[in-house]
């Protein structure tokens, strides 16, 4: 079955960059997304990548997608303490219907 | 309009009570999720309708009733729920089925089960 895998925490200085991983197994996948939730908020889709594509870039947002060890990451440039939240990797298949989220990774920016 | 809503924004209801959660949108979007989210943990699918019929419940106990009265409403019923049903629920939609395209979330109803 779908499996979606992410490192809980990163904590990270402000202005620096932030880099979170996330691993799928669904080789089928088609679709595959970022989503942030701050406290007591809903989810806000950040950016997705297609599965034919190996890069995107969206402001200070990367995506980096490597089909072939089936891995995610997002880059944030110049992190901001506004950038603090969970930030969510998930991955849909063609015709599913639904979404596999990974458990979340923490991300705390200091000043 | 590029957004879904949800309301009420918050609600607390007693184990006896009957009360409906409110999920719109006005994007034209043909299907409609509902997901519970836990504390600190990622949402879980609940139910997916495409074009107003449902197409996925995801062994949701039926004290949960999901209904899809037009393609742009869709409303989750709530009766007899017990305390650990407390959660975040959110709506969310998009224009196929997810996988065909984005998914776009609304912020959610925090319900309170007493």
């Known amino acids: 079955g779908e499996d979606v895998e992410q490192s809980l925490f990163l904590s990270v200085r402000e202005g620096d960059s932030s880099v979170i991983n996330c691993t799928y197994t669904?080789?089928?996948?088609?679709?595959l997304y970022w989503y942030k939730q701050e406290p007591g908020a809903g989810l806000q889709l950040l950016t997705y990548i297609f599965s034919n594509m190996d890069m995107k870039q969206d402001q200070r947002l990367t995506v980096l997608l490597n089909k072939k060890d089936k891995h995610l990451s997002l880059r944030i440039a110049d992190t901001q303490t506004g950038d603090s939240a969970i930030y969510f990797c998930?991955?849909?298949?063609?015709?599913?219907?639904?979404?596999?989220f990974g458990d979340g990774t923490t991300l705390t920016v200091k000043p | 309009d590029t957004e879904v809503t949800q309301t009420p924004k918050h609600l607390v209801m007693g184990m006896t009570n009957k009360k409906s959660l409110k999920c719109e949108q006005h994007m034209g979007h043909r299907a409609m999720y509902w997901y519970k989210q836990k504390a600190k943990k990622p949402p879980e699918l609940m139910f997916v309708y495409s074009y107003e019929k449902l197409s996925i419940n995801e062994s949701v106990p039926s004290r949960f009733s999901p209904e899809c009265p037009n393609s742009s409403l869709l409303n989750l019923h709530l009766h007899a729920l017990q305390p650990e049903d407390s959660a975040l629920y959110l709506c969310?939609?998009?224009?196929?089925?997810?996988?065909?395209?984005?998914?776009?979330f609304g912020p959610g109803t925090r319900l309170t089960v007493l």
């Open positions: 969310a939609s998009s224009l196929g089925l997810a996988g065909q395209s984005e998914q776009f």
């Open positions: 998930a991955e849909t298949h063609t015709n599913a219907g639904k979404s596999t």
């Open positions: 669904d080789s089928s996948s088609t679709y």
